[in-house]
């Protein structure tokens, strides 16, 4: 399996600072018939279930404030949240969705400082 | 919009068989692939396995010989079955949309219900 390691597992932030999370895969998730990083983040707060905020690495889906950017390739991957809000805080999984089975990070929380 | 909605009991005994019921609507269970994940409490998201409407599937190997997943077309609807469950089964169940496209490319998971706690417990 492709093992996704994050850091750190928490991070503490003042409100309009930036926060950075990071994701490495064992494995590559550049496919190299299309250069693209099969690399998503999702965020999830408490009671609810994970949303998805970018895949291909780097692009938003839709609706997500543009605060959030992603960025990386091939193993090494990053979530930048370039200014802090209240409603930011929660826990932020990376996926890789190229190799069998899926796999995910082990969660990233993020908080207020 | 696509909504998910998990069904099932929340409590079982070991040894018993876990089975939920992912409820589709918004959009045809035909137009894409469909996966179970679950999170045990303070541990990582597991992809369960996934289902096309024509009844292809697949199977995280960590759970293969346990886990079976069915589509009912007619309800727009599709299942999980894991049998001989064990406390490390506790965790939360979700049903999510995703693991390739209509066109057979991966994706991400991009549509999740809300989620069912199954504890076991005897």
């Known amino acids: 399996d492709s093992v996704m390691t994050q850091s750190p597992d928490s991070l503490a932030v003042s409100l309009g600072e930036r926060a950075t999370i990071n994701c490495k895969s064992s494995q590559s998730l550049l496919y190299s018939l299309n250069n693209k990083n099969y690399l998503a983040w999702y965020q999830q707060k408490p009671g609810q279930p994970p949303k998805l905020l970018i895949y291909w690495a780097s692009t938003r889906e839709s609706g997500v404030p543009d605060r959030f950017s992603g960025s990386g390739s091939g193993t090494d991957f990053t979530l930048t949240i370039s200014s802090l809000r209240a409603e930011d805080v929660a826990v932020y999984y990376c996926?890789?969705?190229?190799?069998?089975?899926?796999?995910f990070g082990q969660g990233t929380k993020v908080e207020i400082k | 919009q696509v909504q998910l909605q998990e069904s099932g009991p929340g409590l079982l005994k070991p040894s018993e068989t876990l089975s939920l019921t992912c409820t589709v609507s918004?959009?045809?269970?035909?137009?894409?692939?469909w996966s179970w994940i679950r999170q045990p409490p303070g541990k990582r998201l597991e992809y369960i396995g996934y289902i096309y409407y024509t009844g292809s599937t697949n199977y995280n190997p960590s759970l293969k010989s346990r886990v079976t997943i069915s589509v009912d077309t007619s309800k727009n609807q599709f299942s999980l079955n894991l049998s001989s469950v064990t406390a490390a089964d506790t965790a939360v169940y979700y049903c999510?949309?995703?693991?390739?496209?209509?066109?057979?490319?991966?994706?991400?998971?991009?549509?999740w219900g809300q989620g069912t706690l199954v504890t076991v417990s005897s």
């Open positions: 996926l890789q969705y190229l190799h069998t089975p899926r796999t």
């Open positions: 999510a949309r995703g693991y390739f496209d209509s066109s057979g490319y991966s994706n991400p998971f991009d549509n």
């Open positions: 918004g959009v045809s269970i035909s137009s894409s692939y």
